[in-house]
């Protein structure tokens, strides 16, 4: 039986869009409350108010990290928000994975035109070197994340014929 456990964190690379959005919703949720202040329109502050409340929301999902964590054959991966808040995206029984290969690999070749939504879970960026892989689930998931060697090698111990190494 396979008793391994290992677990790796990868953050995710901050987007620009999500920076100017951030800027903006900041910006006009100050302006729009020094207005209100300045004129005497005290109705300006609610809107002012609910901005400054969308602002803290999408901060507070700008920062993402994944955890990956596998036991016992199954993988599971974690979302922290701002390094505070923990939610499990995914949980996979990884008896019931199709395929795992690099995500430009051939192997995957009949895969991609197979209904089914791709689930990024990576850093979202492009490395010289392509780390990234892509599992096939059951059910058609098609998850993309960054394995270390140690959760490749792992991976690959309980599924030699499914796992295809770079």
């Known amino acids: 039986m396979d008793n391994s456990f290992i677990e790796q964190l990868v953050k995710r690379k901050n987007r620009v869009g999500n920076l100017l959005l951030c800027c903006m919703l900041l910006g006009l949720s100050v302006g729009v409350f020094a207005f209100g202040f300045l004129t005497g329109l005290t109705i300006l502050w609610l809107p002012a108010l609910v901005l400054g409340f969308v602002w803290f929301v999408v901060r507070g999902n700008s920062h993402v990290e994944y955890e990956y964590c596998y036991c016992d054959k199954e993988l599971t991966i974690d979302k922290i928000c701002n390094q505070s808040r923990r939610k499990r995206v995914q949980k996979l029984d990884l008896g019931g994975m199709e395929l795992m290969a690099p995500y430009h690999s051939h192997e995957l070749d009949s895969y991609k035109n197979r209904e089914g939504k791709e689930l990024d879970y990576s850093t979202g ?10 599992l096939i689930a059951d059910g058609g998931k098609k998850i993309v994340f960054e394995p270390n060697e140690a959760l490749i090698k792992a991976i690959h111990g309980i599924s030699p014929r499914k796992v295809f190494i770079r």
Do not use: I
């Open 125 to 134: 960026e492009l490395h010289d070197p392509d780390t990234r892989y892509m």
